[in-house]
């Protein structure tokens, strides 16, 4: 069982950036596709971003490509999501998951297609 703990969330003005790490408890993790989910008061848990094994892959959901990078530190056992050019709409819970089959990221947009989650971190942007 991979253990997986968000961290760096917090509270921002709009424009400004913010970066999120998730890190695993095991070395397997290097081996997993690890998306990064997020989900507002309300609403259903939404797909953000995801990252492949080796990080050369990378897809995103079109209302954050180009502001938010997804990177990964095998030797670390971490996934790095930075986050630029935030919006208000951006404030959610931002949950990163492990896909332990490694498929391509954009194969693994529903939270169905993970297996480990971590708790989440909570990221706030004002207008």
């Known amino acids: 069982q991979v253990q997986l703990v968000e961290s760096g969330g917090g509270s921002v003005q709009a424009g400004n950036s913010l970066s999120l790490s998730c890190a695993a408890s095991?070395?397997?993790?290097?081996?997993?596709?690890v998306g990064w989910f997020r989900q507002a008061p309300g609403k259903e848990r939404e797909f953000v971003g995801a990252?492949?094994?080796?990080?050369?892959?990378?897809y995103y959901a079109r209302d954050v490509e180009g502001r938010f990078t997804i990177s990964r530190d095998n030797a670390k056992n971490t996934v790095t999501l930075q986050m630029s050019s935030l919006k208000p709409e951006d404030t959610a819970v931002y949950y990163c998951?492990?896909?332990?089959?490694?498929?391509?990221?954009?194969?693994?947009?529903?939270?169905?297609?993970?297996?480990?989650w971590g708790r989440g971190t909570q990221v706030t942007v004002s207008s």
């Open positions: 990252i492949d094994w080796s990080g050369d892959s990378t």
């Open positions: 998951a492990a896909d332990r089959t490694g498929a391509p990221p954009h194969y693994r947009l529903m939270p169905q297609g993970y297996d480990y």
């Open positions: 095991d070395r397997t993790f290097s081996d997993y596709t």
